[in-house]
């Protein structure tokens, strides 16, 4: 049988087959992906073939469909373990903050590198506009222009007032997206606005650490009742690069990729070069310093830049 994993608990997967019904499945001994190892080689947003064990009520998987993208990250402890977050996504959905707990410009823009990595289209999503006081909503109209200006799309939403989330419904109609932030950003309970009824266990953040409580512990999948799929995913307290060459990196900034033609070297990294194109435009204001700064954090695997 065929089916798509809408669930995920670490080691059981949820797989809804082709008949509607879903089946609780695990994985058929040492399930590996080629050329990518990880820590869950069967991911929510997978295409998979899948049996029943005999006279079980479970099922098992044997093999898991290619994929056409998927949004990966790499642990920054020594571990360094790398974990598919989502598999098979038409686009990417950041639900940040400037308000409690504060989401980093760092961690946004390893967030879209990655997302740029993969050829998936990111949005940022900025919650809890009814905690802005008119300096807030400077430094969030600056935010917003900064992505924008970038390419990025960018959507200013309040979960707890409902502000904007009609607008949210209209960007995830049709298509499979995923949810993704930090603990305590609001992603459960902006995902209560656009589904009704779905009551998904929203937290309070941490005084200690001004950081979300994980509330959702596993990611799974939601038909939308206006026609598509929304993937939440655990909060993610840090997001490490995972399978980017340094030289490649600029690549994945738009802002540079446009520009790196015009460097006197081919293979110039765009740190130190005499006639390096991107310096140039840093000089003169056209690329943002802090998405030059991401960069040079990037390329010297300093994963933690707040």
Same mark, same amino acid.
């Given at each position: ?11 059981w ?14 994985i ?6 080629k ?26 998987i ?8 998927? #949004?990966?990250r &790499?642990?920054?402890?020594? +571990?360094k373990?790398?974990?598919i @977050?989502? *598999? /098979? ?8 903050t ?10 946004i823009d390893?967030?879209l ?5 993969y050829g998936i289209?990111?949005?940022? #999503?900025?919650? &809890?506009?009814?905690?802005? +006081?008119?300096?807030?909503l400077? @430094?969030? *109209? /600056?935010y ?14 309040s979960?707890?007032e409902?502000t904007?989330v ?45 950081m ?19 993937i939440d ?17 600029a690549?994945?900034?738009?802002e540079?990729?446009?520009?790196m033609?015009?460097c ?6 765009h740190?130190?070069e ?8 840093l ?5 943002e ?17 707040a």
């Open positions: 049988m065929q089916g798509l994993v809408i669930k995920s608990t670490g080691s997967y949820t797989v809804l087959g082709e008949n509607q019904h879903k089946y609780e499945c695990r058929k001994g040492k399930l590996r992906m050329g990518l190892v990880s820590t869950n080689p069967v991911a929510v947003g997978d295409f998979v073939d899948f049996e029943l064990e005999p006279e079980q009520e479970t099922a098992v044997s093999k898991v469909h290619d994929r056409k993208n998927y #949004i990966i &790499k642990s920054i402890n020594l +571990s373990q790398v974990q @977050i989502a *598999a /098979n996504l038409d686009q990417a959905c950041l639900v940040v400037l308000a409690s707990p504060r989401t980093s410009l760092g961690f390893r967030f590198v990655t997302a740029e990595a289209p990111a949005i940022l #999503i900025f919650n &809890k506009l009814d905690l802005f +006081s008119d300096e807030g400077e @430094i969030l *109209a /600056n917003m222009d900064l992505y924008e200006g970038i390419g990025y799309k960018c959507y200013a939403v979960a707890i409902g904007h009609n607008t949210i419904k209209e960007l995830l109609k049709d298509k499979t997206s995923l949810f993704s932030g930090h603990s305590g950003v609001g992603k459960s309970s902006l995902i209560n606005q656009i589904i009704p009824g779905i009551a998904l266990r929203t937290g309070e953040i941490s005084d200690w650490s001004d979300g409580k994980h509330t959702t512990t596993f990611a799974e999948m939601f038909e939308l009742p206006f026609g598509g799929k929304l995913t655990p909060g993610i307290r840090e997001l490490g690069i995972a399978d980017i060459e340094p030289e490649e990196l690549h994945f900034f738009p540079m990729r446009s520009r033609h015009g006197k070297f081919h293979n110039c990294v740190i130190n005499p006639g390096c194109a991107i310096l140039k435009a000089d003169e204001g056209d690329i310093p802090t998405r030059y700064d991401s960069y040079l954090s990037i390329y010297h695997k300093n994963d933690t830049r």
